[in-house]
């Protein structure tokens, strides 16, 4: 057993050590961190989604950002648009799961706000629908994925795909990535 643990520690260090080598990712965080500053510093918001273990990693960042991340400063507006779930049961049940996040980016998203969205594989059709349904109210799409991007990658205005393939590998680098881009926002807005 104690073979595995290392395995799945070495997988996973293997990935930030991916991220650390590509100074194309390493410029999009940056360019992301800059979108988000001045959206938050214009009195935009952030809205996250995702599903399952991405939909828990989106809750997360956007308390991190509505909360406190390192300093005691103002709320900044981010929500996760999962966590109404009489909306998300009753789009669900007489619409379709496809589009719970379209619906609601389309009630509260404006021009200049933007969405991030995080699938591990790029493809998660709720997510898709809730990026086009945000391009056409003129805001900004961030996509976090794997490898490849998905369907996802044509729809993000920046990407934030994570080389690896392997949904807990991924999901740890963008909880990584979420935190940088919210430790270093939180800086830029509170100095």
């Keep these: 057993m104690t073979n595995q643990i290392t395995t799945i520690i070495e997988e996973s260090i293997a990935v930030k050590q991916a991220i ?10 940056s360019e992301v961190i800059k979108v988000v500053t001045q959206a ?3 009195g935009k918001k952030v809205l996250f989604c995702g599903n399952g273990g991405s939909a828990a990693d989106a809750q997360h960042l956007a308390a991190e950002f509505s909360g406190r991340f390192y300093k005691d400063r103002r709320a900044l507006p981010a929500e996760a648009l999962h966590c109404n779930t009489s909306y998300l049961t009753a789009v669900a049940n007489d619409y379709s799961f496809d589009v719970i996040y379209s619906r609601i980016v389309e009630g509260i998203g404006n021009g200049g706000d933007i969405l991030i969205g995080l699938s ?4 998660s059709a709720n997510i ?8 056409k109210k003129e805001m900004i799409t961030i996509g976090l994925t794997g ?3 998905g369907v996802m990658k ?9 080389p690896s393939t392997n949904t807990p590998r991924i999901q740890e680098a963008h909880i990584m990535i979420g935190h940088i881009i919210c430790q270093v926002v939180e800086e830029n807005i509170f100095p």
């Design 120 to 123: 591990t594989s790029g493809n």
């Design 40 to 42: 938050l510093s214009s």
């Design 147 to 149: 490898t490849t991007g």
């Design 128 to 135: 898709v629908k809730a990026f086009e349904t945000a391009r």
């Design 154 to 162: 044509a729809y993000s205005d920046y990407l934030l795909n994570v």
């Design 20 to 29: 650390l080598a590509d100074p194309l990712l390493s410029h999009t965080i």
